[in-house]
């Protein structure tokens, strides 16, 4: 059984920013929280982490929940090379992966 | 850049046949991951090292798949006979640590499988 819960798809225009919901309601106190995206014929790589603090890095921001059950992946400028798969991991020192939100950006 | 790398990139088999893949993790990461992906589907994990020793295998078809890292550095999954149903793309994963939480895995490009 899934231990988060993502949109399956979502739509931006390009330029726009996007917000990607996760829900993580089992997620531990020590558990980080990781994002992950797959562009069309790639394996996944990395964009994301946090445990409880907001997190920026060049890729994009991170906001978590203050219960820490719910985070937002913000791409503050999407672009075309942005659309992929997105998935978050989070709970239980699990690594499991859900089907995640595809995201379509539109020129 | 350190990249993991995989091998083949594609593999065509025919079903009953023995196949297997390789992956060779980013220097220094104790631990490695094997996933298979399904179109369409999320990546599962299918096992996990921690060196050379297996941490989870219980997602595992043991009666046809196995999996070895004998120096805890690169490492081969093997399908034995590979059936229709295996046809998938296999990710292979590494991370520096088994942190207690979940650590960051870096990605290869994967090794896509079809079995006619």
């Known amino acids: 059984d899934a231990k988060t819960t993502q949109p399956n798809s979502m739509e931006s225009n390009e330029e726009e920013p996007v917000h990607l919901p996760c829900n993580h309601s089992?997620?531990?106190?020590?558990?980080?929280i990781h994002w992950y995206r797959q562009l069309p014929s790639q394996g996944p790589e990395y964009v994301i982490h946090g445990l409880t603090s907001n997190v920026n890095n060049r890729m994009a921001s991170l906001a978590i929940a203050e219960d820490r059950k719910s985070s937002t992946l913000i791409l503050h400028r999407a672009t075309l090379r942005d659309a992929a798969v997105y998935y978050c991991i989070g709970g239980d020192n699990d690594m499991r992966f859900g089907a995640g939100t595809r995201l379509t950006v539109k020129p | 850049e350190a990249e993991v790398a995989q091998s083949p990139r594609y593999k065509i088999t025919e079903k009953s046949q023995a196949v297997a893949f390789w992956c060779d993790p980013i220097s220094g990461h104790a631990t490695l991951y094997w996933y298979r992906q399904i179109l369409g589907q999320g990546p599962e994990l299918l096992v996990q090292f921690q060196d050379e020793s297996v941490v989870d295998d219980s997602q595992l078809p043991k009666d046809r798949f196995s999996a070895e890292r004998l120096k805890g550095v690169d490492s081969t999954l093997k399908i034995q006979p590979a059936e229709l149903g295996d046809s998938a793309m296999y990710l292979c994963?590494?991370?520096?640590?088994?942190?207690?939480?979940?650590?960051?895995?870096?990605f290869g490009p994967g090794t896509r499988l079809t079995v006619l």
């Open positions: 089992t997620i531990s106190g020590t558990d980080y």
């Open positions: 994963a590494s991370s520096l640590v088994i942190t207690g939480s979940t650590d960051t895995q870096y």
